[in-house]
T-cell receptor, first 111, second 119 residues
Framework: KNEVEQSPQNLTAQEGEFITINCSYS?????LHWLQQHPGGGIVSLFM???GKKKHGRLIATINIQEKHSSLHITASHPRDSAVYIC?????????????FGKGTLLTVNP | GAVVSQHPSRVICKSGTSVKIECRSL??????MFWYRQFPKQSLMLMAT?????????EQGVEKDKFLINHASLTLSTLTVTSAHPEDSSFYIC???????????????FGPGTRLTVL
């Protein structure tokens, strides 16, 4: 099983700040997911990435397969970005699709 | 990206009744769907893997007779919580694997989740 660690657990920022959330995992994988979960709400898939970098609006995700590390960045943060951000990694490389989830990072963006 | 829906989004039931939750892939055919459970302030935990046309594979500690999974078509998997008890109250989430994703890893898309409250 993959061990997935996220940091920080909690993050408070002022509107407009640049946010970074980190995710490390123990088993080499072929791809990693970033998810967003609003309080009381459902899961939204943000990214799945297997190498390099992906960008969607103000969100940027990067991954370094060799170092087993991924980061999620939010530029020009806004209060509506307040949510729990979760990374999830497959339990092994190749085509194993069972995911292990990090405990999540609770982001609060104050106006 | 692809869309996965769940129905209902919220359900409240009495203890001892059964509740069915649907998971649908709306614009792709999913040969594999996954069911997860999330308790408050905890991570998602995989309950079972649902394969179209065959029996689901349950994770250790998950009662297969209590959590019945049916994946009767390539776009629909259902989770039935039988004889629900208050300790079954949780957030249930499904994901669906798109086998046509390019590359060696097929992407999973997540449903919005179903909040079950058992009184």
């Amino acid at each position: 099983k993959n061990e997935v660690e996220q940091s920080p657990q909690n993050l408070t920022a002022q509107e407009g700040e640049f946010i970074t959330i980190n995710c490390s995992y123990s088993v080499g994988i072929s791809a990693l997911h970033w998810l967003q979960q609003h309080p009381g709400g459902g899961i939204v898939s943000l990214f799945m990435l297997s190498s390099g970098k992906k960008k969607h609006g103000r969100l940027i995700a990067t991954i370094n397969i060799q170092e087993k590390h991924s980061s999620l960045h939010i530029t020009a943060s806004h209060p509506r970005d307040s949510a729990v951000y979760i990374c999830a990694a497959p339990n092994s490389g190749g085509s194993n699709y069972k995911l292990t989830f990090g405990k999540g990072t609770l982001l609060t963006v104050n106006p | 990206g692809a869309v996965v829906s769940q129905h209902p989004s919220r359900v409240i039931c009495k203890s001892g009744t059964s509740v069915k939750i649907e998971c649908r892939s709306l614009d792709f055919q999913a040969t594999t769907m996954f069911w997860y459970r999330q308790f408050p302030k905890q991570s998602l935990m995989l309950m079972a893997t649902s394969n179209e046309g065959s029996k689901a594979t349950y994770e250790q500690g998950v009662e297969k007779d209590k959590f019945l999974i049916n994946h009767a078509s390539l776009t629909l998997s259902t989770l039935t919580v039988t004889s629900a008890h208050p300790e079954d109250s949780s957030f249930y989430i499904c994901s669906a694997r798109d086998p046509w994703t390019s590359g060696s890893y097929n992407e999973q898309f997540f449903g919005p989740g179903t909040r079950l409250t058992v009184l």
